[in-house]
């Protein structure tokens, strides 16, 4: 008897894995998403997003349900060891380019219960726990994945045309397609300390980073009665060193002030091994690796887990389109050749947080002193970290190649808000969209219509039209992703220049 057949199988239901079964759903894409826990994995992990990955919990439908449960952060600040600030990066909490709060702090099993509860409404997608995914087999013209019921021991299996391992850093998807991870020389043995707490500490409402090599730390507080500090472990140091209130104290006393200890409630206390890796290869044949199986990315700038959420949505129209026959199949080589280099460079940039933070001993102290004022300065750090905008990606066949001198090919477009009070996530909505500053003509409209995108005339004094007069553009064209793919050529021309791909099935 033949196994049951799925279009896609996904290994791992964390943010990655239900980031992608949900876009899938969205475009009408049946999945099975395997993961080894029966429910949510309780312990805190991942208490940072940004703009753009809370744009894409926008598109998801849980944007509303998300902001219920998470905090806006004013920014960044860099402070040496008695706590004096070197330097701010400061955060408009209301939002900027991406339409939402450019950080967001959070509990992360609280954002996995939304995220299932939200894919239970589609049909196409089903989420199955408690099993642990044993092999995965690349056949001849499908994918084999075995696993095991942990509550019966039963074996089965299931065949895919696709498979999306998003099983986390100690990847079995990774290990069954020959890939390892390549060290980027960075690892710190850090403490992780979770308290709650109805205490109001007096203390700055954004990310603080302590810039000292004897004992750097992070502060943050992540809700209305939750509180999270990071300690950089010393050697011979273990969590087992820390296991109570009492044997925390020395870390806590100078950020506790006045708060009495018996209004503290320790979470959890856990030991996390901080690292900077890259997967050789992300891809073979039918099978592809998101997020932690992928990349992983020191927590300094909080962009590991949106690392992962960025590759689901890179990944999942065109994979939806590949399956519909709208896209040719080359189109999914495009996935690494974009995301991997973005990755890397996201990696870059929290390693050089985490060095600004512990190295070079008094005299990088002093050092730091000097140059932290000016970080803004660094190419890409204070883009990132204050406008939430994230590095361009690179040339593929769905972005214009940089010869062409397309300043904004390859960058998210502005998620501004329209005449309507719609913004532009809301209209274009996993589809193709062409945005022009010029008048479209019935015909122009007619060829979006047929090829099931959409057509964006944003006003004259917009932000979105400044936007692209800066980068000498009258019309792009922009992907399901809301990534700009082309500016070259006229309107006409790039509106019969969109491919066949209809929008999403609902959200």
């Excluded at 990847?171 to 060290?183: E, N, Q």
């Excluded at 949505?313 to 974009?338: C, F, H, I, M, Q």
């Excluded at 070079?360 to 970080?375: K, S, T, Y």
């Excluded at 039209?465 to 553009?473: D, H, L, T």
Aim: charged share 25%; hydrophobic share 40%.
């Amino acid at each position: 008897m033949n196994s049951p057949a799925f279009q896609v199988v996904i290994v791992g239901a964390g943010p990655t894995g239900l980031t992608a079964a949900t876009l899938l759903a969205q475009y009408g894409i049946e999945s099975l998403v395997l993961e080894r826990w029966e429910g949510v994995y309780p312990q805190p992990r991942a208490v940072h997003l940004d703009g753009e990955i809370r744009r894409i919990l926008q598109r998801l439908g849980v944007g509303d349900e998300f902001d219920a449960v998470s905090r806006p952060a004013s920014g960044l600040r860099l402070v040496d060891s008695d706590h004096r600030v070197l330097a701010q990066f400061d955060r408009d909490p209301a939002g900027g380019r991406n339409g939402h709060s450019e950080a967001n702090l959070f509990d992360q099993p609280e954002l996995e219960a939304i995220l299932r509860r939200n894919l239970s409404r589609y049909p196409e997608a089903r989420l199955r726990g408690n099993v642990e995914v044993t092999d995965v087999v690349r056949e001849e013209d499908c994918v084999r994945v075995e696993f095991t019921d942990r509550s019966d021991g039963e074996t089965e299996s299931v065949r895919a045309e696709y498979v999306l391992g998003c099983d986390g850093a100690n990847s079995l998807v990774r290990s069954r397609i020959g890939a390892h991870m390549r060290d980027l020389r960075f690892q710190q043995r850090w403490l992780v300390v979770d308290i709650a707490s109805t205490a109001e500490l007096p203390h700055w409402d954004g990310v603080h980073q302590i810039c000292d090599p004897v004992r750097a730390a992070t502060y943050m507080r992540i809700g209305k009665t939750r509180y999270r500090w990071e300690f950089r472990l010393h050697a011979g140091e273990s969590a087992d060193d820390y296991r109570d209130v009492a044997t925390l104290r020395p870390l806590l006393d100078p950020w506790l002030g006045e708060t009495g200890y018996e209004q503290m409630e320790l979470v959890r206390v856990a030991e996390y091994t901080f690292r900077a890796q890259l997967a050789n290869r992300w891809r073979q044949g039918r099978v592809f690796l998101l997020g932690d199986a992928a990349h992983l990315t020191p927590p300094f700038i909080g962009q590991g887990m949106g690392a992962g959420i960025r590759d689901a949505a890179n990944l999942s129209w065109k994979l939806a389109g590949v399956l519909r026959d709208e896209l040719p199949a080359a189109v999914l080589d495009t996935y690494e050749r974009e995301r991997k280099p973005h990755a890397r460079k996201m990696i870059r940039l929290a390693e050089l947080t985490g060095l600004t933070m512990t190295a070079g001993g008094e005299v990088g102290n002093r050092v730091r002193g000097l140059i932290a004022p000016h970080l803004h300065h660094i190419p890409g750090f204070a883009r990132m970290v204050t406008s939430g905008e994230s590095p361009p990606l690179r040339n593929s066949s769905v972005v214009t190649p940089r010869v062409t001198r397309d300043r904004l090919a390859g960058r998210l477009i502005p998620n501004d808000r329209l005449d309507d009070g719609q913004r532009i996530d809301d209209i274009v909505g996993g589809r193709y969209a062409v945005i022009t500053l010029e008048l479209p003509t019935t015909s122009d409209r007619a060829a979006i219509r047929r090829r099931g995108g959409v057509i964006v005339c944003p006003a004259p004094d917009s932000e979105l039209s400044r936007w692209m007069r800066r980068g000498r553009a009258s019309t792009l064209v922009v992907r399901p992703d809301a990534t700009v793919r082309d500016g070259r050529g006229s309107l006409s021309a790039l509106c019969a220049s969109l491919p066949d791909f209809a929008p999403s099935v609902r959200r």
